[in-house]
């Protein structure tokens, strides 16, 4: 099978192919606020460790910093307006929880914003935050997970 070479720096390629979109959610001035990452990924499984990538400019990435805790929650099909919305308005200039009519909700940590409607939630505190220039990698320790049933066969994940 013949290859070619493509300069990364370069040409858009896709480094991973599959990105799977979530909503990371932190709390800013005592809102919460998601923003849509396609930058994620497992980082580790002891301890259980998420990583996700914001542009430095992201208002999410304020919360984050201020708290040092953040929620991955994992959306369905059926959230993809909801999930693109995230993606394309600033939470500096929204109340992104009530225009997707989202039902917020807290686990153990009251500076992650967990979305109900998601399958999926994950609890994190930040483990490193490090700067790798047009991002910055976020990687956090997940230490509580909410799971709707539908996601379980009898009684675990998977």
Not at 51 to 80: E, W
């Amino acid at each position: 099978m013949s290859k070619i070479k493509m300069d990364p720096t370069q040409d858009r390629i896709p480094i991973l192919g599959v990105h799977p979109v979530v909503l990371a959610g932190s709390v800013i001035n005592d809102k919460p606020d998601f923003a849509a990452v396609a930058w994620t990924g497992v980082a580790a499984s002891f301890p259980p460790s998420i990583s996700i990538a914001l542009q430095p400019q992201r208002h999410s990435l304020k919360g984050i910093r201020q708290n040092m805790t953040f929620s991955v929650n994992i959306p369905s099909v059926d959230q993809v307006k909801e999930t693109d919305y995230c993606g394309l308005v600033s939470g500096l200039m929204s109340d992104k929880a009530t225009d997707c009519n989202f039902t917020v909700f807290f686990g153990s940590i009251q500076s992650a914003p967990l979305i109900e409607q998601c399958p999926v939630n994950h609890v994190c505190e930040v483990l490193h935050i490090l700067n790798l220039g047009s991002h910055v990698m976020v990687i956090g320790k997940i230490v509580e997970t909410h799971l709707t049933e539908s996601c379980l066969t009898d009684g675990k994940f998977g």
